[in-house]
């Protein structure tokens, strides 16, 4: 379960925001879309933090289960790489929103 659960851990915000940030915009949620969005925005730092400190205790228990002199460091790249990428979905999902939310508001007002 460890070895999945920083995948898991980084994708979580991003689909809560795919989720609760639309349901926010067409229907009346107790949540506005700004508190959506900061919290999310917020819940992508610090998951991305958490899942990163995962993955590295899950490499250094198997370097300890079997030992190796030459240690790769790329699968933790690879994660770092991951957790930008998809702050970087997470902010390009909240612009998209924001601006049919906006449109949305100026529609109904005319």
Avoid: H
């Avoid at 790489?81 to 970087?88: E, I, Q, S, T, Y």
């Amino acid at each position: 379960m460890l070895t999945i659960l920083p995948l898991l851990l980084i994708i979580l915000p991003v689909l809560s925001q795919l989720i609760w940030g639309t349901f926010s915009i067409y229907r009346s949620a107790s949540f506005k879309f700004s508190q959506i969005s900061w919290i999310n925005f917020i819940l992508q730092i610090v998951l991305s933090f958490v899942a990163f400190n995962i993955a590295d205790y899950n490499f250094s228990k198997q370097y300890e289960q079997y030992p190796n002199p030459m240690r790769c460091g790329m699968p933790l790249v690879g994660m770092a790489v991951a957790c930008f990428f998809l702050l970087f979905v997470l902010i390009l999902i909240l612009a998209i929103q924001f601006i049919i939310k906006r449109w949305r508001a100026k529609r109904n007002r005319i």
